[in-house]
């Protein structure tokens, strides 16, 4: 019994990775990324880059992040089979200090991954104007 249940859980698999041969498949070449230290009240940013590797084609149906301090802006909607796109990302460090990391949430029609989640993460440390203090000035 437990040789007949495996063979049709086996036969299963089979077919859902054959179907899944004729269909689009969203694959980052990195899918994080750390900005090191960046300085308070700067804009960091960086680009993902991801393939279709699927058969057909792929559809960003949307782009979301963690934050409201992060923006991320997507090069096409459709990418075609063997294409490359691209997400821009970029990180406001406005009001930050220390280790952040946001979340950057990439909705697709690729059956096996259709949400795949990027990361970025930074240092962020507090800039020199705002410890400055007017009263201590030496002009």
């Given at each position: 019994?437990?040789?007949?249940i495996l063979s049709?859980l086996?036969?299963?698999?089979?077919?859902?990775?054959?179907?899944?041969?004729g269909?689009?498949?969203?694959?980052?070449?990195?899918?994080?990324?750390?900005?090191?230290r960046?300085?308070?009240g700067?804009?960091?940013?960086?680009?993902?880059?991801?393939?279709?590797?699927?058969?057909?084609?792929?559809l960003?149906?949307?782009?979301?992040?963690?934050?409201?301090?992060?923006a991320?802006?997507v090069?096409?909607?459709?990418?075609?089979?063997?294409e490359?796109?691209?997400?821009?990302?970029s990180?406001?460090?406005?009001?930050?200090?220390?280790k952040?990391s946001?979340?950057?949430?990439?909705?697709?029609?690729?059956?096996?991954?259709?949400?795949?989640?990027?990361?970025?993460?930074?240092?962020?440390?507090?800039?020199?104007?705002?410890?400055?203090?007017?009263?201590e000035?030496?002009f």
């Open positions: 019994m437990k040789k007949v049709i086996f036969i299963g698999m089979i077919e859902t990775l054959v179907l899944a041969e269909t689009p498949r969203i694959n980052f070449i990195q899918d994080s990324h750390d900005f090191g960046v300085l308070q700067k804009t960091a940013e960086y680009t993902f880059t991801f393939e279709n590797r699927g058969t057909d084609d792929l960003i149906k949307e782009v979301t992040t963690s934050c409201g301090c992060t991320a802006l090069s096409a909607n459709v990418i075609e089979p063997g490359t796109g691209q997400i821009k990302v990180y406001d460090s406005q009001g930050r200090a220390g952040v946001r979340t950057i949430s990439v909705v697709s029609n690729d059956p096996v991954e259709s949400i795949k989640e990027l990361t970025i993460t930074a240092m962020v440390d507090p800039s020199m104007h705002t410890s400055f203090n007017v009263n000035s030496i």
